[in-house]
């Protein structure tokens, strides 16, 4: 797999919606990229670092 990086930006409720779209294919295949957009998600709305994030939930902001 190449390892160049991109950036993309979504609204949360987007990216609830890719998350949920993962969920329906085979684990094995989609858990590390769910993993990693939670990580993601978690450091830039709440400034949870890598390693702290807690228990797995459905990314909310409040307004």
Same mark, same amino acid.
């Given at each position: 797999?190449?390892?160049? /990086?991109?950036?993309?930006?979504?609204?949360?409720?987007? &990216?609830?919606? %890719? *998350? /949920?779209?993962?969920?329906?294919?085979?684990?094995?295949? &989609?858990?590390? %990229? *769910?993993?990693?957009?939670?990580?993601?998600?978690?450091?830039?709305?709440?400034? %949870?670092?890598?390693?702290?994030?807690?228990?797995?939930?459905?990314?909310?902001?409040?307004?």
């Amino acid at each position: 797999m190449n390892n160049d /990086k991109i950036n993309l930006q979504f609204s949360v409720e987007e &990216v609830n919606l %890719i *998350i /949920k779209a993962l969920g329906s294919m085979p684990f094995n295949q &989609v858990y590390e %990229i *769910i993993g990693n957009i939670h990580q993601q998600a978690n450091q830039q709305l709440f400034g %949870i670092e890598p390693g702290h994030e807690g228990h797995d939930f459905q990314l909310k902001k409040d307004k």
